[in-house]
């Protein structure tokens, strides 16, 4: 029989610290690029309970992980301060970026005693991402940031180095501001990549391009073939029959097309859907090629994912060699959350994870259609059976200008504990980053430590979010501080209305851009009466001034020109207008952060100290955007929780942590 206490008091078998140690992740399946059956398999491994380290993980002969990138070599890039693509794998030879120095590394996994050898220059100030290698004139291409001028910005290009001593680096392609996916066709005679520049964003508008190689590794005759500032164009990839594909959302959702040879892209599979993510990190994979390079198998068969309403979905595309025509099969899985797809022969992998299973790594035959699991977390999360982990309810609901904004609603639930009759819960209201992106249905236990203690959890993907098409996304165009923070405020009225909160105890947490949807809900709107901002933004006109290249030009979208709209910067920044804001907030801040200075928090917590308003501000040293130790993540829950418990006057029940 379950025990009665009040919400948000409840002890829970999901820790902070459990929370820490789970936050794991798996990511970047690759294939080494000399095999044709898949057998050698890497993936990297993110581990916060070793200080945030991102290790390189290979599945050995007997079909058991083993890592291979020693300590303390962390695998992770800086370009555009996010990364992503941080490695490959060539003949049984890695090329990486480690964290610490951003140089690319060589190690042969092929000699027991080998170790990482530096191949790019020390301490010059170039960051690397976004590999591909070229067999053909066995280089390796990426895309590199020169940071050599601390008054200027950097400077993006794609570069070559070649695989052998002395690992001579040149530049490729240049010119414009940003690059991404250099992918050389299998002949080795053609080059495709996207590039952008100052103001757009990837997800906005990009240009798709392609040239001829010559023998000599020289570029000739560079053709736009797709994007514009109205298009965004995702992961261009060949097929092994050296057709180029990639990703458009030309008809307002990301679906995927193939450029012929008469110079027209044409649609494979036209649906409502999106087959692609925000390119917040380089090198993200929504789909892949099965089959290897030959007449009979020239790659007609593709293995995707794609999302619809918030959902995630597995599916096989079969193109028809004589018409061209395709039919789109779904492939079933369990998984609400895809990602990272990857093939070879027969076999694809991908990361999938849903609303009780955390991230795994996943194998399908695509010939007898069986799944399996290659890698899943080893942390003992309470199973999911037991009944602990609270369900996610897809929600859509009314907002301002007759739109619509979608949520997904976690009801508390706890095995052992229960509220009093007619007692309704504290509501904690999350607001993903970006803003241009998404929250999911994948288990999420920073969710979960909330709900099993009697909290209610509504996680809004407000207007501007993407999984909902280019009119969604471009619905926060111009809007940024306004539909977001109506869509939360509505959002939390929803679920007061229908009765699954109490009013009188509303929380609004976020992190980085969801932290300013946070502060500024809190400032322009008395609904909440508590607030958690993760290295969120307090001063837009600060950020417009002091943030990386990358985002430097995103608020000329989001917000205004600046600063010839100055005005709109400061009416919507809540710094300007503390007056407003009549409740306790907390702040969580890494000291190293290059995305979200310190000063953004600093600023807003001198100003509500001025007005004698409780703020929290808690720091930690050597974390940047977003925190990668176990103690730092465990630290932050433990701390967060607290603060809602004495700000809402919910007695600990014996027995909570």
Request: proline share 6%; charged share 20%; glycine share 8%.
């Amino acid at each position: 029989m379950k025990k009665t206490a009040p919400y948000g008091s409840w002890p829970s078998p999901i820790s902070a610290q459990l929370v820490a140690s789970a936050t794991p992740t798996i990511d970047q399946p690759v294939i080494d690029n000399k095999t044709t059956d898949g057998a050698n398999l890497y993936w990297l491994e993110s581990r916060a309970d070793e200080g945030g380290r991102n290790v390189i993980v290979q599945r050995d002969d007997n079909g058991d992980p083993r890592d291979v990138l020693p300590r303390p070599y962390s695998a992770a890039s800086r370009v555009h301060e996010y990364g992503g693509a941080c490695y490959t794998v060539y003949d049984h030879i890695i090329y990486f970026v480690n964290r610490d120095d951003q140089q690319i590394h060589r190690l042969d996994t092929g000699q027991s005693d080998s170790k990482p050898q530096a191949i790019t220059p020390a301490n010059r100030g170039y960051r690397f991402a976004d590999f591909c290698v070229d067999p053909t004139h066995h280089r390796l291409l990426c895309v590199c940031e020169h940071h050599d001028d601390k008054d200027a910005e950097p400077k993006n290009f794609i570069a070559t180095l070649s695989l052998t001593e002395p690992h001579h680096m040149t530049t490729l392609v240049d010119g414009d501001d940003f690059y991404a996916y250099p992918r050389i066709s299998p002949a080795g005679a053609q080059l495709c990549w996207l590039s952008w520049n100052h103001p757009s964003m990837p997800w906005y508008g990009n240009e798709l391009w392609q040239a001829t190689v010559n023998n000599e590794g020289e570029l000739s005759g560079a053709t736009k073939i797709a994007g514009s500032k109205q298009e965004a164009i995702f992961q261009p990839q060949w097929s092994p029959s050296g057709q180029l594909y990639f990703v458009s959302d030309r008809s307002g959702w990301w679906n995927l097309y193939r450029y012929e040879s008469s110079g027209q892209a044409v649609a494979i599979c036209t649906r409502e859907a999106e087959f692609a993510t925000p390119l917040w990190t380089l090198g993200m994979s929504t789909y892949t090629f099965l089959g290897n390079n030959c007449v009979d198998d020239c790659g007609n068969r593709i293995i995707c994912c794609y999302t619809q309403n918030g959902l995630w979905y597995l599916a096989r595309i079969n193109i028809s060699v004589g018409t061209g025509s395709s039919e789109l099969i779904p492939v079933q899985t369990h998984c609400t959350q895809i990602s990272a797809v990857a093939g070879c022969g027969d076999t694809a992998w991908f990361v999938g994870a849903s609303a009780d299973t955390g991230n795994q790594l996943f194998q399908l035959d695509t010939i007898t259609g069986h799944c399996s699991t290659v890698r899943e977390f080893a942390v003992p999360v309470p199973a999911p059976d037991k009944g602990i982990y609270s369900k996610p309810q897809n929600i859509s609901f009314a907002t301002t200008h007759g739109d619509r904004a979608n949520a997904f609603y976690y009801p508390p639930c706890n095995t052992s504990f229960q509220a009093r009759t007619g007692d309704k819960p504290p509501l904690i209201v999350i607001c993903h980053g970006g803003p241009t992106g998404a929250t999911s249905t994948a288990l999420n236990l920073k969710i979960q430590f909330w709900t099993s203690r009697g909290f209610a959890v509504l996680d809004i993907n407000y207007r501007g979010s993407t999984g909902y098409g280019r009119h969604y996304r471009e619905l926060l165009d111009g809007k940024w501080g306004i539909s977001d923070v109506e869509d939360v405020v509505w959002g939390g009225r929803y679920v007061i209305d229908h009765g699954l909160a109490d009013p009188d105890k509303l929380a609004i947490r976020g992190s980085s851009a969801g932290g300013y949807t946070v502060l500024a809900a809190l400032t322009f709107h008395q609904l909440f009466k508590a607030g958690a901002s993760y290295y969120g933004i307090g001063d837009l006109e600060a950020l417009a001034r002091d943030t990386h290249k990358f985002e430097s030009q995103y608020l000329e979208r989001l917000v205004g020109t600046y600063p010839a709209q100055a005005d709109i910067y400061q009416a919507r920044s809540p710094v300007h207008h503390i007056d407003r804001l009549t409740c306790p907030v907390i702040f969580f801040q890494g000291l190293d952060d290059k995305v979200v200075p310190t000063n953004q928090a600093e600023s807003m917590v001198s100003a509500l100290q001025k007005q004698g308003l409780p703020a929290v501000y808690i720091t930690f040293p050597g974390e940047g955007h977003g925190f990668r130790k176990a103690e730092n993540i465990a630290q932050a829950l433990t701390q967060e929780l607290q603060f809602y418990r004495e700000v809402f006057d919910i007695k600990i029940t014996d027995g909570e942590d």
